[in-house]
């Protein structure tokens, strides 16, 4: 699902290099961030994203409802796209995976994109690898379902927000390094230093293969709106390849 990403990222700025849309069918993606690094607003805009393509509606699972719709969208937060984004609101790990269970017996259209905000509050409930495991698993094979039922060549994508802590804690160094094999390309936002009024963020964008590492700042201002442009990219910039000692973070 990086592609879809990938667009929402360039709706601001000017495209570049493999940027254009894409027939094929897209890796999962995990998009990862501290609190408050904007990972809600991006998954919105990409709901709002699949929901303007003109193929099936977007289902947003999420812990609780939204407290107010993200900024800077501009001419996309439209009735008609807002209306084909279901929310679902599964209060426990239990609830999620009856939803993801059942979505196999669901009549009607089925989604053309998979959103799940707030993985690390379904985790927390049981944190061992095996439940980490069993809901990826899940996951995927949820959306594969859908992909199967939409019958089209690009089928339902999947993006995951997952909340990342301190480094230093083993346990969820283990469980980040688990759902990276189940979610090949990812999206990791950081801290940039912020302007009067705004709060700033990297995008880091590691489509697992399928295209071109790409990087952008995203900024928040005080009312809400998000805007985004090209990260000035910098010889011998390496503030973003931390290796392994992350647990894969760029």
Known sequence: MAETLRRVLNSGSAAGPGEENTAEAELPLLLLGGPGSGKTA?????ALEAAGEGRGPVLFLTRRPLQSLPR??????????????????PPSTRELLRLLCSAHETR???PSLLLLDGLEEYLAEDPGSQEA???AAL?????????HRVG???????????QTQEEGDSGTALQLALLQRYFPAQCWLQPDAPGPGQHCLRACLEPGGLGPRAEWRVTFRQDGEMTVTPWPTQAGDTS?????SSGGQP
């Not at 991006?42 to 990409?46: E, V």
């Not at 800077?72 to 609101?89: H, M, N, S």
């Not at 996951?139 to 992909?147: C, P, V």
């Not at 973003?240 to 392994?244: F, H």
């Open 42 to 46: 991006l998954l919105f805009a990409a």
């Open 72 to 89: 800077g969208t501009g001419a996309v937060l439209e009735p008609l796209r807002l209306q084909k984004i279901r929310f679902q609101y």
């Open 139 to 147: 996951l995927l094979d949820t959306a594969a379902h859908f992909s």
């Open 240 to 244: 973003l390849n931390k290796g392994s």
């Open 152 to 162: 089209s060549g690009r089928g339902c994508g999947l993006i995951v927000a997952l």
């Open 133 to 135: 495991a069993y809901l």
């Open 108 to 110: 009607g259209p089925a």
